[in-house]
């Protein structure tokens, strides 16, 4: 295995770890591999693989090129009530995980 390869499934297990925290059982680990697989190109950025969730135009970003570019949302206010839903739920976790914070979103907005 890669030292990219290593890292992406480090990446995975922390987002099964905090999906499961924030309580989701049954996990869709597809959707979950396209949402780490889409930092890739970004692994060895550590900060890219993060959510700061008190950081209001890190979440301004995630609406917009997550939600709406990603997810084809372009209601803004839903968008940003979803991405405020889901920092609540994992404000338990100092650390949160971007793809875990993508699937958490995705879930609320659907």
């Not at 992406?8 to 959707?31: N, P, S």
């Amino acid at each position: 295995m890669s030292e990219r390869e290593e890292k992406l499934a480090a990446l995975k297990a922390t987002a099964v770890k905090q999906l499961t925290e924030c309580g989701v059982a049954d996990i869709d680990h597809d959707r979950l591999d396209g949402y780490v697989n889409s930092l890739k190109t970004m692994i060895n950025n550590k900060d890219a693989t993060l959510v700061s969730g008190g950081d209001q135009s890190e979440l301004d970003t995630v609406c917009r090129n997550f939600v709406a570019k990603k997810l084809g949302i372009d209601d803004k206010e839903k968008a940003m009530a979803a991405v405020n839903k889901v920092v609540d739920k994992m404000s338990g976790i100092r650390m949160k995980n971007r793809p875990a914070f993508y699937y958490l979103v995705a879930d609320e907005l659907r």
